[in-house]
């Protein structure tokens, strides 16, 4: 056999590998990422939805936040204008994730049979009010 | 100051252009007069670019509030020198510093590439000039990109620098990254330039050489200040998230690593030549393509620029750049005919082989796991993302072949290696790997993949010394030289390959850093002052942690809660521990952006103590802490300096070779036919 094919075996055995290992990982490790209109509309279509980890975007609904600080829980509900359900989620939020705030999330976690979604992580991204003055102004002038 | 900024931006905007129409008319019409006024036109673009850029730096330095990039980025009470990064803070001002260290390059291209080359230059001149003259094409005609734009009122002061940029890692981070990014805009163009003159020996790649390797090291530095700033800033312990815009700075370096090489077999063995052309215009293509991901906010990320319409200037230039560049290699493909053949699957260019298959084959994983949520979106119509336990479970397995073949690669010999050679070099190696692996194993360590790691590193190791001691021994017995000199000359006259070989410990060290972070300890506490806890070393000993209370005070520019705690380890009293929020205010007292953390560190060369501070509910000291002990963390930063050290060696100017080549005895008579002759 000349090199020049037995190299071409080696390399497609390395490109099956990498291929192969690409088709697992995604099919182990990936999420849905989903609105919360898609995924109360996918998961009443297909209940074991609710047992699989997911991504939701959507905004926190103004007033829906509880917290207890003694035990790091936080209870608020998102939405998306057409759908919306409550989040819990215990750990460390961001110190302006409050009422206050126009607060964009992406939780992880899981959406269970009750309509509570249990997040394991909750990525925030707080639209700012210091920007907010700062567009007005520009805006204004 | 504003209006000479416009005015030098247009000023190189026509200038590019020009020079660039000019170097394909040249070419078209055979014209090879018009070639030195090509060349001067980067001269020009880079003499205005820096008009451009003195007349943004003055508006920074001078507060002038009134434009409006001064007015976003700093206010009166930001120390000086964050008055010089915020240049680059902002998507504006980071287009300019882009185009105008572009334009640097492009100059000290042509000044600096010997004569041998002149036929190249004008094109290089033309697509660097081209590509300086899409990024001020940005700034001219993208909504809201001119750094120079001017509000209709002048704020009392600014909005102040993003916390999270003032941080000594963020001085030095974007630059070296965007110097990385930028300079490989100059290999490009040598290759582009080759394709046009169809000069398509190896002299290209002599040409561009160490500007790939310039790059190469830039991004290497880039990449590691990035995970620094990322491990100290964005507090959750880790130094890599594979997030998209980290994603995209590796991409450019794994391919650049590949192409760093395959030039070798093809300088040695005229193979590769079009693989090597394939990758050196894919890798800028991915320089590109990593910055319309960084601007165009289409996949959701914690470093990107706000979104905004410029990124799609960047996928327009992406996709005619990559359009022309391959129809251009196309038809020159007849002319890129492979001077020889593979000989052994045992020897030098099929480990280097294998080696770039696997570097593109993990960037190309890389890629698709960045791109899957707008891929499965198209296909499937759902978004799905994939997060690291997917990038980690392609890529260790990987990265272990391609660390693994960093040893075997140095062991054999070009074109066959015989049996008895390999029998030769492979016993050091093989045993100094095996070697660790048991320690480890009589040590405790039951992991699989860190066993893996750790033995391959001791592999690879093995390899490095052996090739250090065959070399410096070699020298001790013919020169008679003491170990030290033979060591410090081998490597002098050697650059490369011992340069190479320093990067490669460098690669070792990070891996083992990696293997280190799969053992951290995590906890969270709420502590009230007075109160203890504990987390466990894995290296087998305990701290315990004392919050001794939390302290408020008015800093420079900023209102500081710091949180205390004292640090023992195994009941000895070792220092205390500090971690901070930070409430950054402007020069009136007014709030700005989110309250940042300042992570608490203890670092030494067996592993960090981090310490996050969480704040505390309603005036109370009850505070929240999260705890991590990060074993080897240390390594990543050391390995980074190996590995630029190593680089900058391979690329050091000068060398004994060169000169005992220019002083070769003449034979008298000759010399004067000789002198004046092209060499």
Known sequence: MKPGVKFALGAAVIVGAITLLMIEGVKQTGTYFLTPTQLVEKSAADPTLHDVGLKVAASVVKGSISRDPSVQRVDFTISDGTNSFPVTYTGMVPDTFTDENDIEVVIEGKFGNDGVFVATDVIAKCGSRYEAVWDEQVAAS | ?679
Not at chain 2, 365 to 373: A, C, D, E, N
Not at chain 2, 387 to 402: A, M, R, T
Not at chain 2, 535 to 544: H, Q, R
């Open chain 2, 1 to 679: 100051m504003t209006l000479l900024g416009h005015f030098a931006l247009w000023a190189a905007f026509l200038i590019g252009v020009w020079s660039a129409g000019l170097a394909f008319f040249a070419r078209w019409q055979d014209r090879p007069e018009l070639s030195l006024a090509i060349r001067r036109g980067s001269y020009a673009v880079c003499a205005a670019l820096l008009v451009a850029s003195a007349a943004l730096w003055k508006g920074l330095f001078s507060h002038d509030f009134n434009i409006e990039y001064v007015a976003a980025y700093t206010s009166r009470n930001l120390p000086e020198y964050y008055l010089v990064t915020a240049f680059w803070a902002g998507q504006k001002g980071s287009l300019l510093f882009w185009a105008v260290v572009l334009g640097i390059f492009g100059a000290l291209a042509q000044a600096l590439t010997s004569n041998r080359f002149k036929d190249l230059l004008p094109y290089v001149a033309g697509v660097t000039n081209i590509t300086a003259a899409f990024f001020i094409a940005v700034m001219l005609f993208g909504e809201g990109a001119n750094p120079f734009e001017r509000l209709s009122f002048t704020p009392a002061d600014g909005r102040g620098l993003n916390p999270q940029l003032q941080n000594p890692g963020m001085i030095a981070h974007p630059p070296t990254l965007y110097l990385g990014y930028i300079s490989l805009a100059v290999p490009f163009a040598f290759a582009i330039a080759a394709l046009m003159a169809r000069r398509l020996d190896a002299g290209w790649i002599i040409a561009m050489r160490k500007w790939a390797l310039a790059s190469w090291i830039f991004l290497s530095i880039g990449i590691t200040i990035g995970m620094w700033w990322a491990y100290l800033e964005l507090g959750w312990g880790g130094v890599w998230a594979w997030d998209p815009v980290e994603n995209a700075s590796l991409l450019p370096w794994l391919t650049l690593t590949a192409f760093l090489h395959s030039v070798m077999i093809q300088e040695k063995r005229g193979m590769l030549k079009r693989w090597n052309m394939g990758l050196i215009i894919g890798t800028f293509l991915l320089t590109i393509f990593g910055t319309f991901i960084t601007r165009s906010g289409v996949i959701a990320s914690v470093h990107s620029f706000t979104q905004s319409s410029v990124g799609y200037f960047f996928l327009g230039f992406l996709l005619v750049t990559a359009i022309l560049s391959f129809t251009l290699l196309y038809t020159r493909w007849p002319d890129l005919e492979p001077e020889a053949e593979l000989e052994s699957l045992a020897s030098r260019e099929a480990a280097f082989l294998f080696n770039n298959l696997a570097l593109v084959g993990i960037a190309f994983s890389v890629m698709w796991g960045t791109l899957f949520p707008i891929i499965s979106e198209a296909v499937r119509g759902t978004k799905i993302t994939v997060g690291p336990p997917f990038f980690n479970k392609v890529n260790i397995p990987l990265g272990l072949f391609l660390l693994l073949l960093t040893g075997i690669g140095p062991l054999i010999a070009w074109r066959k290696a015989s049996a008895a050679n390999l029998q030769r070099q492979f016993i050091v190696p093989t045993v100094t790997g095996l070697v660790t692996t048991v320690a480890l194993l009589l040590a405790g360590l039951r992991d699989g993949w860190a066993l893996a790691a750790l033995g391959i590193s001791g592999f690879v190791v093995g390899t490095i010394g052996q090739e250090f001691w065959r070399g410096v021994r070699a020298r001790h017995v013919m020169h008679d030289e003491s170990i030290p000199v033979a060591l410090v000359r081998l490597m002098g006259r050697n650059r490369r390959r011992y340069g190479g070989y320093i990067v490669h410990v460098g690669i070792v060290l990070y891996f083992v850093a990696f293997t280190g972070l799969a053992f951290r300890t995590k906890a969270e506490v709420d502590l009230v002052p007075g109160q203890s806890t504990t987390i466990a070393s894995p290296f087998g000993w305990t701290y315990e942690l004392t919050h001794l209370g939390i302290s408020q005070y008015s800093a420079l520019n900023r209102q500081v809660s710091a949180a205390t705690l004292e640090v023992k380890r195994d009941g000895v009293r070792i220092g205390t521990i500090k971690s901070e929020k930070r409430q950054h205010v402007d020069s009136f007292g007014n709030r700005l952006f989110e309250p940042s953390t300042e992570v608490g560190l203890r670092s030494d060369l067996r592993e960090d103590l981090y310490v996050v501070y969480g704040g505390s509910p309603d005036g109370t000291e009850r505070s929240h802490f999260v705890l991590q002990v990060n074993p080897l963390v240390a390594w990543f930063w050391i390995g980074g300096a190996v590995l630029v050290l190593g680089g900058m060696l391979t690329m050091w100017p000068g060398g004994p070779q060169v000169k005992t080549k220019r002083r070769a005895p003449v034979q008298a008579g000759y010399e004067a036919t000789l002198t004046g002759m092209p060499s």
